[in-house]
């Protein structure tokens, strides 16, 4: 049913400067920009997925239920949205696993730089049967542009973007048995709580839960992304020159890894930037 994470979606209050910020922790410039459907929005488009900031527009009421999101939940991750080669079929999947999605429906936006038209069909999941993520499901048959890199030590990909969850069984009969993504991992640690990773395409699904953080039907919760880089330490020297506030670079989890924080510039986003190992990422 699921092809891949088609992007994630970052809600901002100034899509100026969240768009600027982002060019700047990306080394890329953006991909395609359009207003609609009471926001504007930027998108930067990596090798395996893409990132669209959304900010309010417009005094209708599309825009503001933008704004009551972010007086809700403030600035930071707001949906998933997972790709999909045959929106029919994955509405109907979606129906029988009483997930409750909306009627598909045909979308179209105009980059307001090129004049490109790109179009696709989308449903969304009720929020309250993935459990509080707001998830959205498209088909596509064009690809978007890719975001052009501005200098050297880019971001070249998400690694992984992380769901906290109080009830790791609900979440991973969710992630795995009901939307069909393959659990690579399982692992439970005394200091990091349980990690469950779900691939999806190029990347992963990490699911995360701390025992005694909150009550078991609190919903979950999406929380940060990890993005990889090719040469860490050039990145790090980069974003210092640039202005961002970044930790030291360190040993990551994963045997091999390096890893390092984003700690401003993000709209709110827990960002983790790791250079993998060698070999295939996972």
């Not at 919903?219 to 506030?245: E, K, N, Q, S, Y």
Request: charged share 25%; aromatic share 4%; net charge neutral.
């Amino acid at each position: 049913m699921i092809t891949g994470l088609d992007h994630v979606v970052v809600l901002t209050s100034d899509i100026a400067a969240a768009s600027a910020a982002y060019e700047t922790l990306f080394a890329r410039t953006p991909s395609w920009r359009y207003s609609g459907g009471g926001a504007d929005r930027t998108l930067f488009t990596l090798d395996n997925t893409t990132l669209e900031l959304v900010a309010p527009h417009g005094d209708d009421d599309a825009a503001q239920r933008v704004r009551s999101a972010l007086v809700t939940q403030g600035e930071g991750l707001a949906s998933l949205c997972f790709r999909t080669s045959d929106i029919a079929r994955t509405h109907r999947r979606l129906d029988r696993l009483t997930l409750k999605p909306e009627p598909v429906t045909e979308v179209e936006s105009r980059d307001e730089t090129s004049g490109a038209v790109l179009s696709w069909k989308r449903t969304r999941a009720a929020t309250d049967a993935t459990r509080g993520v707001r998830m959205f499901f498209l088909e596509r048959e064009q690809e978007r542009p890719l975001s052009v890199r501005t200098t050297t030590a880019s971001i070249t990909a998400m690694d992984h973007v992380v769901v906290s969850t109080a009830d790791p069984e609900r979440a991973a009969a969710l992630y795995g048995a009901r939307l069909g993504l393959d659990m690579a991992l399982d692992r439970s640690h005394p200091e990091w709580g349980r990690l469950m990773f779900f691939r999806c395409g190029d990347l992963v699904v990490e699911v995360t839960h701390r025992p005694g953080k909150s009550e078991t039907d609190a919903p979950d919760r999406l929380r940060g992304i990890c993005w990889r880089v090719a040469d860490i330490d050039a990145t790090r020297a980069r974003l210092i020159a640039a202005g961002v506030d970044v930790s030291e670079v360190r040993t990551g989890r994963k045997p091999g890894t390096r890893v390092m924080t984003v700690r401003n510039s993000t709209c709110g986003v827990p960002t983790l930037l790791v250079q993998p190992s060698q070999g295939k990422p996972d």
